[in-house]
């Protein structure tokens, strides 16, 4: 074999930046970084061949950690940008990561779309139940008494969203928790979930120690996910409902029919310009 035609194999630290990042001591995301590099590095993914889009966060840091195609778009709208990255390189390994915040708050429905769409995505949400970069307010995931916050100091008295839940009823092909304390799992559900065809969401319990300290005590509350996994959405809806939010495991997966453009759509400025033209 010609040497000049052989693939070098590449490991884990060898999709990583020469940034250091610069999360608080503790932080479950450093976990959710090393998570993805060990899954692209099992997948033997070239580099030149991964694109990661995020959003705003702390967990949006992950595009500038890691040594691949990256873009850090505007709050919320990472989905959006990844999906028109997928639809003009379908050839790409697409990934997106951000938070509860900038994912089910500000891009709550481009979540609930992206599911419905089903293109071949990977999303990676941190959820800390918290906007730690903007100094600890309530998020969309958070219990509505939590008294912890000066800007809700009696609780937001608001109904948590349910991520699972929302991303089934909406129509994501694959759905899984995993836990940052639990770094292998967290890598074998991303090789799943990269793996899978179709819009993979996958929710990472991911501890805030400086505005969640408490959250500490998911190291004894999470447990795996009892039931089988399941491709029946309405089995899954009702063993989502009954879940406590704390179980570790892929939830549901279904194979479905993947979104991507015909060939032939238009692509290009002047080739759109052309289609409105007499």
């Known amino acids: 074999m010609d040497p000049a035609t052989v693939v070098p194999t590449l490991r884990a630290k060898d999709y990583k930046s020469n940034l250091s990042?610069?999360?608080?001591?503790?932080?479950?995301?450093?976990?959710?970084?090393?998570?993805?590099?060990?899954?692209?590095?099992?997948?033997?993914?070239?580099?030149?061949?991964?694109?990661?889009?995020?959003?705003?966060?702390?967990?949006?840091?992950?595009?500038?950690?890691?040594?691949?195609?990256?873009?850090?778009?505007?709050?919320?709208?990472?989905?959006?940008?990844?999906?028109?990255?997928?639809?003009?390189?379908?050839?790409?390994?697409?990934?997106?990561?951000?938070?509860d915040g900038d994912g089910f708050s500000i891009g709550g429905n481009h979540f609930m779309h992206a599911c419905r769409r089903n293109m071949d995505l990977t999303y990676i949400v941190m959820d800390n139940e918290v906007y730690g970069m903007t100094k600890g307010q309530a998020s969309p995931t958070t219990k509505p008494d939590w008294v912890h916050s000066k800007l809700t100091p009696h609780g937001t008295g608001v109904a948590r969203f349910q991520p699972a839940a929302i991303a089934l009823a909406s129509g994501a092909s694959f759905i899984a928790r995993g836990f940052a304390g639990d770094p292998a799992g967290i890598t074998h559900m991303l090789v799943e979930a990269i793996r899978h065809p179709g819009f993979a969401f996958v929710q990472v319990l991911s501890p805030c120690q400086t505005f969640r300290p408490e959250q500490?005590?998911?190291?004894?509350?999470?447990?795996?996910?009892?039931?089988?996994?399941?491709?029946?959405?309405?089995?899954?809806?009702?063993?989502?409902?009954?879940?406590?939010?704390?179980?570790?495991?892929?939830?549901?997966?279904h194979q479905q029919p993947v979104w991507q453009p015909q060939p032939g759509t238009p692509t290009t400025l002047p080739e759109i310009e052309a289609e409105f033209l007499p």
Do not use: N
């Open 21 to 99: 990042p610069i999360w608080c001591p503790g932080c479950g995301h450093f976990a959710v970084l090393s998570a993805i590099t060990k899954a692209l590095a099992y997948l033997h993914l070239p580099k030149e061949e991964v694109a990661v889009v995020s959003g705003i966060g702390c967990s949006s840091r992950v595009p500038a950690y890691l040594d691949a195609y990256g873009f850090h778009g505007i709050h919320g709208r990472a989905l959006p940008i990844a999906s028109g990255l997928k639809a003009a390189r379908p050839d790409l390994t697409v990934l997106v990561t951000g938070g």
């Open 216 to 253: 500490k005590e998911w190291k004894q509350q999470v447990h795996d996910w009892e039931s089988a996994t399941t491709h029946d959405p309405a089995k899954a809806a009702r063993l989502i409902q009954l879940d406590d939010g704390m179980a570790l495991g892929l939830l549901y997966a």
